[in-house]
């Protein structure tokens, strides 16, 4: 059965790799499911505003990759200057 734990903060791994959220029993990185929200709202609302799944659909993945690379690449900065590397 799929379950999801929803801390109200999400917490940080033992081994430093950024919030996380357990889903199922596997850790999802937080930007992950920013991501595939990010990419859920893009594509409602532009099949709303459009009625045409293809610029939509277009549109949706786009951002979904955005915002992955953005927030993965912001994590790792992060992880970085905690360290004081």
């Given at each position: 059965m799929t379950t999801a734990d929803f801390a109200t903060t999400p917490h940080r791994s033992a081994r430093g790799r950024g919030a996380s959220?357990?889903?199922?029993?596997?850790?999802?990185p937080l930007y992950k499911l920013e991501a595939l929200a990010a990419g859920l709202?893009?594509?409602?609302?532009?099949?709303?505003?459009?009625?045409?799944m293809q610029p939509a659909v277009l549109a949706a993945a786009a951002a979904t990759v955005v915002v992955w690379w953005a927030r993965r690449l912001y994590w790792a900065g992060d992880r970085v200057t905690r360290s004081g590397r």
């Open positions: 959220v357990n889903l199922a029993g596997t850790e999802w709202l893009v594509f409602v609302a532009l099949l709303v505003i459009t009625q045409a």
